[in-house]
């Protein structure tokens, strides 16, 4: 980096894809916000899950061993394969 | 599951290379994290915290919705615990009762398939035949995002898998947020999510996958 420069951010990169209306008066922050609230608004006609079934009694609940998670975390390929 | 160390963290801030390369000392507390998630038939509250990177369709981008596609960064302990449902209970599951028709997001299979497919049922209607092929060719809006999950949990329950599992995965799609992540240090407020399925989880794709059938 060339001293007192700031470095390049993705937000600007991002920022300069945009070619909204009067983009330019608005803070990296504002536009942030705005992105966030046009991805969410087609979802607002939409009634989220507001109750979960009761819990169940299930005989023989999923557990994971030890080796399996030592596997996943180190990266190694699980015997299962991958999920997708 | 492979986590890739190169890869951001999610909003909780715990990073692949930190899991990839403490895995000795992590196995024990984080296999106990997990098994009592599963005992309880829930996620912890941070794992339905999402960042979303905006992915930008084309370029410019003159209106939001339609030109930037969300790809959601979520916590990494939270994609281990889908990759272990999914690849014990609804990737079988999914998997037992998917049109043979649905290539998209299936192991050991692509959308190349899918081409194939397509041009091989052309060639059968065409050849020698004298006939002619017309393609209408639709397309979802918004397909992954405008998923109802009212629906979506009745077919979850619907599934053969045990039932708590059943009600994890709701529990996965109940009461999460997402913020968008601009830059390394500039994030939007958080805002609710009461509809789809989150693009870039392990569940993410195989929860479209039985919305679907």
Known sequence: MIAGMTPATGGEDTRSHLHLDRIAAHSNQDIA??????LLEPMQDYTPLSCLPPLADDSEPLTVSPSEVCNSLSGAKSEEGRGT | MELNPRKAGGPDGINNWLLRNYADFLTSPVCDILNASFAEQKLPRSWKDADVTPLMKVKPVTTIAKHIRPI????????????FVVSKYIGPAVLESIDPNQFGAVPSSSTLHALISMMHTWAQATDGTSSAVRVVCLGYRKAFDLVDHGILA???LGLRIPRGIARWVCDFLMDRRQRVKLSSDCFSEWGTVPSGVP???KLGPWAFHFNDQ
């Open chain 2, 199 to 201: 693009q870039g989880t």
């Open chain 1, 33 to 38: 916000n705005m992105i966030n609230s046009a």
């Open chain 2, 154 to 156: 009745a077919k979850i």
């Open chain 2, 72 to 83: 959601c960064l979520t916590p990494a302990l939270s994609k281990l615990a889908e990759d």
